[in-house]
């Protein structure tokens, strides 16, 4: 059994669904919560709020 081709097209279902999560690359920096910089698509970073 190639398990590999059953993750693969698991992975390729979700993605044609929508439904693939992606994690955003944030940086927190100490003592100055909310802010935290984005370092997720082309633009580069960004500064933005966790809440």
């Known amino acids: 059994m ?3 081709a059953i993750f693969e ?5 979700l993605h044609a669904e929508g439904r693939y999560r992606v994690f955003v690359d ?4 100490k ?4 802010n935290a910089r ?3 698509g ?3 970073e ?3 709020s966790v809440w």
């Open 9 to 13: 097209g698991a992975i390729e279902r």
């Open 46 to 48: 960004r500064p933005i």
């Open 38 to 40: 984005c370092f997720a």
């Open 31 to 34: 003592g100055s919560y909310p």
């Open 2 to 4: 190639d398990y590999n």
């Open 26 to 29: 944030i940086l927190r920096n």
């Open 42 to 44: 082309h633009n580069g």
